[in-house]
């Protein structure tokens, strides 16, 4: 168990609609990312948030966004989805705001399937 | 720019040694990464190198070489739970700091 919390862990939807992921990152952390993961393929970067600021943006599309809560928690929406966005989602955290020793602590995910 | 690359598959047998090979092309470099992904499940950390050499942790071992732009994971008397993807990633520092990720290697233990 790495600490970092995500729900659901399953979400069945279909296209054009919004979903909202959420996480919770190990006590302590103060760094979120965001990523996904499609099959066979590897991790994309998302987008990280730093102690309730915006930090750094990957490839996130613009009919996804996030934002970190007072409390370091953080949501991912996806909206207008599409069958392409089928994914797992995995958020991760870090006490550093750049993960100086490269330990990402990873949830378990949030298996996005889209019909 | 940045491109990452491991090869997709590897068999091995149980008890034995496997070499995971990783080269890749970045700017910036600011370090190289080896996770553990079990099917299905979370990546957990295994290995960070920032300088030339071998890290070793027990039946794990990282390799990097800066220079030639590769790095190995060496996994020693396998077992059959070490049946997993193995990822590597590197962070650079013009990236804001964000690991770039391979595509990772599956490696099946035989026994």
């Known amino acids: 168990d790495s600490g970092v919390t995500q729900t659901p862990k399953h979400l069945i939807t279909a296209t054009g609609q919004r979903v909202t992921l959420r996480c919770s990152p190990r006590s302590g952390d103060l760094s979120v990312y965001w990523y996904q993961q499609s099959l066979d393929q590897g991790l994309q970067f998302l987008i990280q948030y730093y102690n309730g600021e915006e930090r750094a943006k990957g490839n996130i599309l613009e009919r996804f966004s996030a934002q970190q809560f007072p409390d370091l928690h953080s949501e991912l929406n996806l909206s207008s989805l599409e069958l392409g966005d089928s994914a797992l989602y995995f958020c991760a955290s870090s006490v550093e705001e750049f993960a100086n020793t490269g330990e990402l602590f990873f949830g378990e995910g949030s298996r996005l399937t889209v019909l | ?111």
Not at chain 2, 27 to 49: I, K, V
Not at chain 2, 63 to 68: A, D, I, V
Request: proline fraction near 3%.
């Open chain 2, 1 to 111: 720019g940045q491109n990452i690359d491991q090869p997709t598959e590897m068999t091995a047998t149980e008890g034995a040694i496997v070499q995971i090979n990783c080269t890749y092309q970045t700017s910036g470099f600011n370090g190289l990464f080896w996770y553990q992904q079990h099917a299905g499940e979370a990546p957990t950390f295994l290995s960070y190198n920032v300088l030339d050499g071998l890290e070793e942790k027990g039946r794990f071992s990282s390799f990097l070489s800066r220079s030639k732009g590769y790095s190995y994971l060496l996994l020693k008397e396998l077992q059959m739970k070490d049946s997993a993807s193995y990822l590597c990633a590197v962070r650079e520092w013009d990236s804001n700091y964000q690991l770039i990720w391979g595509a990772g290697t599956k490696l099946i233990i035989k026994p």
